[in-house]
């Protein structure tokens, strides 16, 4: 079975142009989440979406930062207009939720993560 | 107060043997999940393991093991029979059940470094 697919693995951009990462998460997964890593913060999630409706993005950095996730299989993140201190790793991913149960204990299987994006803008 | 504390930012050891990565964490939650990533240096995070914390026995998987003391909160790593694959970067990361609706996230520590010598 396919793992999570992210696209593209390495990115070069200039400061100030638009920066799309790619998800497809795990087939029959219904949450997704969206992490960076640095090496000054660690791993941090930046958003969370299940069955396709962003449910928390209070870890998005402000608002040059937007993700969208339009069906089950497809995400993306989006950085308008980047800058340097968005260089990073960032990690697409992908979990089963047991439906209508999401608040309760247990209702959230192991995330697997797809195999990242490394970012640079210079 | 850290949520997931790695106190070994790295670990040595000799190719065949046995190694223990520690994580302790913190939560008031009764209800709760363990997990230990692996990041190798090709940067992708590989899950290796899960112990919830109304588990009676202790996870395994394949050479993993996850050494589970509750009354400690502590839940280490063991790999038995190191093998050169398994230099990488460990990461424990914990999810809390009831942390006011935030059930799905994860906390990670900060990692250790395992290098396996030949």
């Known amino acids: 079975d396919a793992g999570v697919i992210q696209s593209p693995r390495h990115e070069v951009t200039e400061m100030g142009q638009e920066v799309t990462l790619r998800c497809k998460p795990i087939?029959?997964?219904?949450?997704l989440f969206w992490y960076r890593q640095t090496m000054m913060r660690g791993l941090e999630l930046l958003i969370y979406?299940?069955?396709?409706?962003?449910?928390?993005d209070s870890g998005m950095p402000e608002d040059r930062f937007s993700a969208k996730m339009p069906n089950a299989s497809f995400s993306t993140l989006k950085i308008q207009p980047s800058e340097p201190r968005d260089s990073a790793v960032y990690f697409c991913a992908s979990s089963f939720s047991w439906p209508g149960l999401e608040g309760l204990a247990g209702a959230f299987n192991e995330q697997y993560f797809g195999p990242g994006t490394r970012l640079t803008v210079t | 107060a850290q949520k997931i504390t790695q106190t070994q930012p790295g670990m040595f050891v000799q190719e065949k043997e046995a190694v223990t990565l520690d994580c302790t964490y913190d939560?008031?939650?009764?209800?709760?999940?363990l997990f230990w990533y692996k990041q190798p240096s090709s940067g992708e995070m590989i899950f290796l393991i899960y112990?919830?914390?109304?588990?009676?026995q202790n996870a395994t998987e394949g050479r993993y093991s996850l050494n589970f003391q509750k009354a400690r909160k502590s839940a280490n790593l063991v790999i038995s029979a190191s093998q050169l694959g398994d230099s990488a970067m460990y990461f424990c990361a914990m999810r809390e059940d009831y942390s006011g609706g935030s059930n799905y996230k994860l906390t990670f520590g900060k990692g250790t470094l395992l290098t396996v010598n030949p």
């Open positions: 087939s029959g997964h219904n949450s």
């Open positions: 939560t008031s939650d009764p209800s709760y999940g």
């Open positions: 979406f299940n069955n396709n409706v962003p449910i928390d």
């Open positions: 112990q919830g914390s109304y588990d009676q």
